[in-house]
C-alpha cells in the first residue's frame, strides 16, 4: 500500500522563511520520524512526499531530507521557481524527486505563464508536473 500525497514539516531542523504567506505548528507538524511511525501503524509501505507551498515555498531541504531517512521508500514532489534549470532538476531526480507541483489554485495561472522552459525539462527528464 502507498499513500499518495504527504507533507513534512520540521521546522525546529528546517526553519520557516520569514515571510512565509503560513507557519503550520502544532498538530500541522511532521518529521520524518513521525511520517514513519504512522506508516508503519497503517500498513503503509511507500509514500509520496509533497512539497509544501506553505512553510517551505520553493525551499526543498525538508522534502530532500525526508527522502533520504526514508531509504528508498519515498518519492517526491518538489516546488521550483519556473526559471529552474535542467541541471537542478536532475539533481533533485537523483534524489527521489519525480516531480514538481505548479500550484495555480494558490499562486494563479499567470504566476506559470513563462514555465514553458521548466516543463520541457520536466519531459526530457520524464518527470512530472503535477498541476
Do not use: K, W
Given at each position: 500500500?502507498?499513500?499518495c500525497?504527504?507533507?513534512?514539516?520540521?521546522?525546529?531542523?528546517f526553519?520557516?522563511?520569514?515571510?512565509?504567506?503560513?507557519?503550520?505548528?502544532g498538530?500541522?507538524?511532521?518529521?520524518?520520524?513521525?511520517?514513519?511511525?504512522?506508516?508503519?501503524?497503517?500498513?503503509v509501505?511507500?509514500?509520496?512526499?509533497v512539497?509544501?507551498n506553505?512553510g517551505y515555498g520553493?525551499?526543498?531541504?525538508?522534502?530532500?531530507?525526508?527522502?533520504?531517512q526514508g531509504?528508498g521508500?519515498?518519492r517526491?514532489m518538489a516546488?521550483?521557481p519556473?526559471?529552474?534549470s535542467?541541471v537542478a532538476l536532475?539533481?533533485?531526480?537523483r534524489?527521489?524527486?519525480v516531480?514538481?507541483?505548479l500550484?495555480?489554485a494558490?499562486l494563479?495561472?499567470?504566476?506559470?505563464?513563462?514555465?514553458?522552459p521548466?516543463?520541457?525539462?520536466?519531459?526530457?527528464?520524464?518527470?512530472?508536473?503535477?498541476?
Amino acid at each position: 500500500m502507498a499513500d499518495c500525497h504527504v507533507h513534512v514539516f520540521d521546522p525546529a531542523r528546517f526553519p520557516y522563511a520569514a515571510d512565509t504567506f503560513y507557519a503550520p505548528a502544532g498538530q500541522e507538524l511532521g518529521t520524518p520520524a513521525h511520517l514513519q511511525t504512522v506508516l508503519e501503524a497503517h500498513g503503509v509501505g511507500h509514500a509520496l512526499l509533497v512539497g509544501p507551498n506553505s512553510g517551505y515555498g520553493e525551499d526543498n531541504r525538508c522534502l530532500l531530507d525526508a527522502l533520504h531517512q526514508g531509504q528508498g521508500r519515498y518519492r517526491g514532489m518538489a516546488v521550483v521557481p519556473n526559471g529552474t534549470s535542467r541541471v537542478a532538476l536532475a539533481a533533485l531526480r537523483r534524489n527521489g524527486v519525480v516531480g514538481v507541483t505548479l500550484n495555480a489554485a494558490l499562486l494563479g495561472v499567470q504566476h506559470y505563464a513563462d514555465a514553458g522552459p521548466l516543463l520541457s525539462h520536466l519531459a526530457d527528464l520524464d518527470m512530472i508536473a503535477d498541476v
